[in-house]
C-alpha cells in the first residue's frame, strides 16, 4: 500500500510543559526525514504552548503546527486523538512518532483506530530501509527483540523515552510555524483533578545520575545504602527486575527494556550482574561504574569503572568519603 508523505512528531504538555520526550522524537525524525528526503513537522498541543514553536524548528523541525485550546491545557485521550487525527488528515502525513509515556500510548491506541494506521507500541528504534519503516520493540518480557513492518498509508510508532537523544539546538535555524483552529465540540471524557505523588527522590526517567541496585544487596534492606549514596550525590534511585519482582523496591525504579529506559551522565550499578533486559535500558549512559564480587559478569564487563567487591561494604565508605569532601569544600 502506497505510503503518505511528511513525518509528523507530537509534542504533548504535561501539566503546562512540553515534556522532554519530545525533543527526543526530534532526533529519530529528523533521522527519517533526511533517508526518505521527506518534510519532519512537529504539533504541539496545549493551552499557551505557541512559545515551543521557536524550540522545535531550531531542533530540526521543518515546519511547527501549534493548536492552542483551553480543553487541550490537560491531557484528555479523546480530545487530543481528534486535534492530532484532523491534522494528520488534512496535511496526509505517512509517519506519526508519539512519546510512549502513559498518554503518549493511550493517544497512540485512539489515533490508530481514528487513522485505520498500524501501530508500534514502546518501540526502542524506528527507521527506514528498502521495503518501508520498520520498528524495533521488546517482546515477553524483553527476551524477544522483534522487528515490526508496517503496511498501512499511515503509521504510528510511540517511541520509549531515552531511547534516542534529545535533539541539540541550532540557534538561527529557520521554519514555518502554522496555528490551527481547533473546535473540541462534545467531549464524553472530563479531566478531574491531578494528584502529584509526594516524593523527595528524583525522577528516574530524567535523572542525570542514577544510583542502581540489584539481588546483589542480598535482601531489601541494602537499598538504604543506595538511596543514601543517591541522596548525596543528587542521583535517582533505580533497580533490576528481579529486585522489583521481589517486592524489595517499587516498579516505578525499575531500569530496562521492561521498565524504564534511561540515559544519565553517571550510573552506578550495584550488585547487579547485567542481564541483557537491564543492559539495554542503560547501555547509552554515559560513565557506569559497577561494584560487583564477579569481576566477569556482562555490568562489570561493560563498566567504565569496575570495582570489584561487595557494595553494602563499599558503599557506606564511598558516601561518608563524598559527605566529608563536600563538608570541607563548603567549610
Known sequence: ????????VVGLTQ???LIPAAYELLTAGRALADTLKEPLAAVVLGSKVSDYAKEFIERGADKVFVIEHASLENFNDELHAKAVAELVEKEKFGKVLIAATVAGKSLGARLTVKLKAGLAADATEVYQNGTGLKAKRAQFSGNIISEVQFASATQIATVQPMTYPRAEKQAGRTGETVSVAFNPGFARIEFVSFQAEESNEVDLGAAEKIVSGGRGLGNADGFKAIRDLAHAIGAAVGASRAVVDSGWIP??????????TVRPKLYIACG???QIQHL?????????VAINPDPECPMMQMASIAIQGDANELLPLITAEIKARKGAAAA
Do not use: C, D, F
Open 280 to 288: 539495554a535500558g542503560m547501555s547509552s549512559s554515559g560513565t557506569i
Open 251 to 260: 516498579y516505578r525504579h525499575q531500569v530496562g527494556l521492561t521498565g524504564r
Open 1 to 8: 500500500m502506497e505510503s503518505n508523505k511528511g513525518i509528523l
Open 15 to 17: 501539566r503546562g510543559k
Open 272 to 274: 547487579i550482574s547485567g
